[in-house]
Nanobody
Framework: QVQLVESGGGSVHTGGSLELSCLGSGYSFSTYSMAWFRQAPGKEREGIAIYYGGGTTSVVSPLEGRFTVSRVNAKNTIYLRMKNLKPEDTGMYYC?????????????????????????WGRGTQVSVSS
């Protein structure tokens, strides 16, 4: 079964950096798109970066230049490098795998982002940025 485990969150001051990791297992890791989402306190979860199965990447415009997504298939790991962090970046960060990673186990609609639908989620890692 698909399993995703995030790590790397923590508390930093404004201007600091963090690198989040997400280890995937239970599916053909390199084949499917994966994404990072975040949920700020009191707000809805939003997609912020995607690594497509074909190898291209995309980061939402407001975060371009500060956030970078990468993947090492040999390690079954996707990363989110964040720099120049701001208090508004505080929130829970989740990685997600395309629902097609295991269509027998996920038959729902999924969460739409970047033209893909994501159906598998990690438990998240907390990022806190203080001024």
């Amino acid at each position: 079964q698909v399993q995703l485990v995030e790590s790397g969150g923590g508390s930093v001051h404004t201007g600091g950096s963090l690198e989040l990791s997400c280890l995937g297992s239970g599916y053909s890791f390199s084949t499917y798109s994966m994404a990072w989402f975040r949920q700020a306190p009191g707000k809805e979860r939003e997609g912020i970066a995607i690594y497509y199965g074909g190898g291209t990447t995309s980061v939402v415009s407001p975060l371009e230049g500060r956030f970078t997504v990468s993947r090492v298939n040999a390690k079954n790991t996707i990363y989110l490098r964040m720099k120049n962090l701001k208090p508004e970046d505080t929130g829970m960060y989740y990685c997600a795998a395309d629902r097609e990673a295991d269509p027998e186990r996920f038959t729902g609609v999924g969460t739409s982002f970047g033209g893909r639908r994501f159906g598998f989620w990690g438990r998240g890692t907390q990022v806190s940025v203080s001024s």
